[in-house]
């Protein structure tokens, strides 16, 4: 599992994630600064999801840098399988 890249861990992961803050960062502030969105109720749960799936990309992207600084492993079974269903359902 160690040699997939992108995994939870790797230089490759890291580099996905931070693209994942900045896109979902782009996407909510186009979406907060789109005139008469605020009039639809479905905006607002739009945006709400959006900020959740920034904020799991971010603490996910503060996982990486801590696990590659410290020479962690995320490979275990517990973890991969939180990472992946939290990403499945967001």
């Known amino acids: 599992m160690k040699d997939v890249p992108g995994s939870p861990g790797t230089p490759g992961g890291l580099a996905l994630r931070a693209s994942q803050c900045v896109c979902s960062l782009a ?5 907060a600064t789109a005139l008469g969105s605020s009039s639809y109720p479905a905006f607002f749960f739009l945006r709400v ?39 499945w359902t967001s």
């Open 27 to 31: 996407s909510l502030v186009v979406m």
């Open 49 to 87: 999801s959006m900020f959740l799936e920034l904020l799991w990309s971010f603490i996910l992207l503060c996982v990486d840098v801590h696990s590659l600084k410290n020479k962690k492993d995320l490979h275990r079974h517990g973890l991969v399988l939180i990472f992946m269903t939290v990403d």
